[in-house]
């Protein structure tokens, strides 16, 4: 499990148009990196709506922005056409891929049956490639102000 001092796997991601995007691409950079479960769904669309709408100030503060869930390319570039999205989705859809990495693809369980699923996680990674901070099971009211102000810490 991925926590504060780690370096994130260099793990191959497919951003929507099909390109690669990895970790390595960040080299450099501070950036913020979230996991969240699905594409257009209430909680996911909210998170996704308030990190575009707060983007421009990220990279005011030389941080970028990257969402990840296991939806499939296309899929992504549905959501974000639907919702007028700015926010940088990858699509994580190996077995081993990135989220197992991490820690975030995780057993869960709902009215008694477990099936695996995404935590919805953020983690915010300095410009050395470790892991600054971590924010694991969150609640989407609130998180990209926190997120946020963290970030202009760093």
């Known amino acids: 499990m991925t926590d504060i001092g780690d370096t994130i796997p260099d793990i191959a991601l497919t951003a929507p148009d099909g390109s ?3 970790a390595s691409d960040y080299a450099g950079k501070a950036w913020v990196l979230y996991f969240y479960p699905k594409d257009d769904t209430s909680g996911c669309t909210k998170e996704a709506q308030e990190f575009s709408a707060h983007l421009a100030e990220f990279e005011a ?3 970028s922005v990257l969402g990840v869930s296991k939806d499939p390319p296309k899929k992504h570039q549905k959501f974000i056409e639907k919702y007028g999205l700015t926010v940088p989705l990858a699509s994580d859809a190996e077995t081993d891929g990135l989220a197992e990495a991490m820690g975030v693809w995780i057993e869960k369980s709902m009215y008694g049956k477990k099936y695996m699923g995404m935590d919805r996680s953020t983690f915010l990674i300095g410009k050395d490639g470790k ?6 099971k969150v609640k989407v ?3 990209v102000a926190e997120v946020l102000e963290a970030a ?3």
């Open 20 to 22: 690669s995007v990895s």
């Open 61 to 63: 503060e030389g941080v």
């Open 131 to 136: 892991v600054v901070r971590v924010w694991r």
């Open 141 to 143: 009211a609130g998180h």
């Open 152 to 154: 202009k810490a760093i």
